[in-house]
């Protein structure tokens, strides 16, 4: 399985952005895929993850009630919507698919990591 991540840029504080995470394989259907940032000088953190049904959901505390995961089966693609974003949500954001994992939050559950995408918001 590859991911590409895509979407990330430049916004204003309280603006928003949609990343998303596209993949070849037929397999990625079947996978757990989950959303992390690392930003300058900071670990990895988890962000969100989507199972692989697509019904079910997790969110770090602070992505709770401003980003939504979702994901497109027929476009094996899985998108993370982020709204009323704050500059310390710079980083790059990196998508990755579990093989096994239900809503895996920690990186050591993944088998799969897409490049990342840069995200840069400007207070």
């Known amino acids: 399985v590859q991911l590409q991540a895509s979407g990330g840029g430049l916004v204003q504080a309280g603006g928003s952005l949609r990343l998303s995470c596209a993949a070849s394989g037929r397999s990625f259907s079947r996978y757990a895929v989950g959303w992390f940032r690392q930003a300058p000088g900071k670990e990895r953190e988890f962000v969100s993850v989507?199972?692989?049904?697509?019904?079910?959901?997790a969110y770090a505390d602070s992505a709770k009630g401003r980003f939504t995961i979702s994901r497109d089966k027929a476009k094996s693609t899985v998108y993370l919507q982020m709204n009323s974003l704050e500059p310390e949500d710079t980083a790059v954001y990196l998508c990755a698919a579990s093989v096994n994992g239900y809503r895996p939050r920690f990186g050591r559950e993944y088998d799969y990591w897409g490049q990342g995408t840069l995200v840069t918001v400007s207070s």
């Open positions: 989507i199972s692989w049904t697509g019904d079910s959901t």
